[in-house]
């Protein structure tokens, strides 16, 4: 998949997403994703990375039979191939999520030093204020513990190998265990076009900080994020502006 920004594009590479959820049967969303070519296995709380899309408990999920979903290493337009098909059948299967749910999206930080890691906190503590906008409340600001606000927080708690420190809405942790990034800003959801643009936003974010990050200015608006992160022209791919256009409309949305 082509990412086309206003001075540089580059491809979706490689990725994974957690999805929070309650109201499921496991065995029948197993059964169901066999039935579309998804395999995917029960299995005890773990960190491990596996071949196949894994399910596992999770004691922050509130209501009957919660359960996170857990995609293995995904790429490109075959990788959201793949997460449109496991959404269509949490879909069918009356998965619900609430505000106890979260959406986690993994990049992989090829190349990425400790440098680049602090590169990476600058961008989204710039960036953090705007994306609450199209966040629900219990999303934004510092309100909730397991994502707490990465813009008062010390730099150490980003660089340093601590698992303690993973609980910001941009966890650099898993970096030194899994060598990703993850971003856990984002509500539950098992809507696709949710999923799929907070997936093409945090890659955008990432390809930021492979670049330079010279300016700690305050972005004041939702033109000023779009011109940062190089979104605001025409020339952008259909799925970038796909993207632009969905994130404009969420924000109108949720502050009516």
Same mark, same amino acid.
């Given at each position: 998949?082509?990412?086309?920004?206003?001075?540089?594009?580059?491809?979706?590479?490689?990725?994974?997403? =957690? @999805?929070?959820?309650?109201?499921?049967?496991?065995?029948? /969303?197993?059964?169901?994703?066999? !039935? *579309? &070519?998804? $395999?995917?296995?029960?299995?005890?709380?773990?960190?491990?990375?596996?071949?196949?899309?894994?399910?596992?408990?999770?004691?922050?999920?509130?209501?009957?039979?919660?359960?996170?979903?857990?995609?293995?290493?995904?790429?490109?337009?075959?990788?959201?191939?793949?997460?449109?098909?496991?959404?269509?059948?949490?879909? =069918? @299967?009356?998965?619900?999520?609430?505000?106890?749910?979260? /959406?986690?999206?993994?990049?992989? !930080? *090829? &190349?990425? $030093?400790?440098?680049?890691?602090?590169?990476?906190?600058?961008?989204?503590?710039?960036?953090?204020?705007?994306?609450?906008?199209?966040?629900?409340?219990?999303?934004?600001?510092?309100?909730?513990?397991?994502?707490?606000?990465?813009?008062?927080?010390?730099?150490?708690?980003?660089?340093?190998?601590?698992?303690?420190?993973?609980?910001?809405?941009?966890?650099?942790?898993?970096?030194?265990?899994?060598?990703?990034?993850?971003?856990?800003?984002?509500?539950?959801?098992?809507?696709?076009?949710?999923?799929?643009?907070?997936?093409?936003?945090?890659?955008?974010?990432?390809?930021?900080?492979?670049?330079?990050?010279?300016?700690?200015?305050?972005?004041?608006?939702?033109?000023?994020?779009?011109?940062?992160?190089?979104?605001?022209?025409?020339?952008?791919?259909?799925?970038?502006?796909?993207?632009?256009?969905?994130?404009?409309?969420?924000?109108?949305?949720?502050?009516?």
């Amino acid at each position: 998949m082509n990412i086309q920004l206003r001075d540089k594009n580059f491809s979706l590479g490689n990725f994974g997403i =957690e @999805i929070e959820m309650y109201n499921v049967n496991t065995t029948i /969303l197993i059964e169901r994703l066999g !039935a *579309v &070519g998804i $395999t995917a296995r029960y299995e005890g709380y773990n960190h491990n990375n596996r071949p196949h899309w894994k399910l596992v408990r999770d004691g922050s999920i509130r209501g009957a039979n919660g359960i996170e979903l857990v995609s293995p290493k995904l790429n490109g337009q075959a990788g959201m191939d793949a997460v449109e098909k496991v959404c269509a059948v949490l879909d =069918e @299967i009356g998965a619900k999520v609430n505000r106890s749910c979260g /959406l986690h999206v993994h990049h992989e !930080a *090829v &190349g990425f $030093t400790r440098e680049s890691l602090s590169k990476a906190v600058k961008v989204y503590k710039r960036i953090e204020k705007r994306v609450d906008e199209f966040m629900p409340v219990s999303r934004r600001g510092n309100v909730n513990n397991m994502i707490r606000s990465t813009i008062t927080a010390p730099d150490a708690m980003f660089s340093s190998h601590n698992s303690a420190f993973r609980y910001f809405k941009l966890n650099c942790q898993s970096f030194f265990r899994h060598g990703t990034i993850e971003f856990r800003h984002h509500s539950g959801t098992t809507d696709f076009a949710k999923i799929k643009n907070w997936i093409l936003f945090t890659a955008i974010v990432i390809e930021k900080a492979r670049g330079p990050v010279s300016s700690e200015k305050e972005l004041k608006r939702w033109v000023d994020l779009k011109w940062y992160l190089g979104i605001t022209t025409a020339n952008l791919s259909d799925e970038v502006k796909g993207m632009v256009k969905f994130y404009t409309d969420r924000r109108r949305a949720l502050a009516a």
